[in-house]
């Protein structure tokens, strides 16, 4: 039972270099998302997803993107990383029970990144 | 917008204490309110929730309850554990699937 599965756990980037962070999910889940999460400002949404080829952004998009080919996968793009983008970044799928939302959102181990 | 408040941690308690870690939230409609707990090293995992008003949400001992009239989710628990060592995050959703999360109040808890 996987659940939702990141990777790298950790990654050290140079400035202006390019990467990916994987999400997988095993669940069948429709929604997806990607969080970041800095010392003293809690979790805040990058981008989500409702669906394969929905996405849509969240509080804090520049910098990223991201697509969603199948219902599996959910990958977050850094086309330029830059020291800002230092972070723990965690991957979340939805399960909904109809609305109003009453699910619960799955995370992922986490991803650390580190831009020097 | 939505948000969500936390009091700021860390909390730091002897192990039996009684913990309060409060919470109150703005929100358009009605919400569901949501406790997730982080223990370090680790995602985030859903503690407890409640869907409507006047709902109590509980689970491996802590409590939270859904107080409309003061938009508050107050996570209580009458007696902790060095294990319960972590993070705790409020949540709130008014939507279909994205949630809003106050900034997360550290709890040590010692022997």
């Known amino acids: 039972n996987a659940g939702v599965t990141q990777t790298p756990k950790f990654q050290v980037l140079k400035t202006g270099q390019s990467m990916t962070l994987q999400c997988a999910q095993d669940?069948?889940?429709?929604?997806m998302s990607w969080y970041r999460q800095d010392p003293g400002m809690g979790l805040r949404l990058i981008h989500y997803?409702?669906?394969?080829?929905?996405?849509d952004q969240g509080e804090v998009p520049n910098g990223y993107n991201v697509s969603r080919s199948t219902t599996e996968d959910f990958p977050l793009r850094l086309l330029s990383a830059a020291p800002s983008q230092t972070s723990v970044y965690f991957c979340?799928?939805?399960?909904?029970?109809?609305?109003?939302?009453?699910?619960?959102?799955?995370f992922g181990e986490g991803s650390r990144l580190t831009v020097l | 917008g939505d948000s969500v408040t936390q009091m700021e941690g860390p909390v730091t308690l002897s192990e039996e204490a009684f913990l309060t870690i409060n919470c109150t939230y703005t929100?358009?409609?009605?919400?569901?309110l949501f406790w997730y707990v982080q223990y370090p090293g680790e995602g985030l995992q859903l503690l407890l929730k409640?869907?409507?008003?006047?709902d109590k949400g509980s689970n491996k001992g802590f409590e939270a309850t859904y107080r409309k009239e003061t938009t508050s989710f107050h996570l209580e628990k009458g007696s902790v554990q060095v294990s319960d060592s972590a993070v705790y995050f409020c949540a709130l959703s008014s939507g279909y699937s994205t949630l809003t999360f106050g900034k997360g109040t550290m709890l040590l808890v010692s022997p």
């Open positions: 669940m069948n889940h429709e929604y």
């Open positions: 979340a799928s939805f399960r909904t029970s109809g609305f109003p939302n009453t699910g619960e959102l799955f």
């Open positions: 997803s409702v669906g394969a080829g929905i996405t």
């Open positions: 409640a869907t409507k008003a006047d």
């Open positions: 929100a358009t409609g009605y919400p569901s």
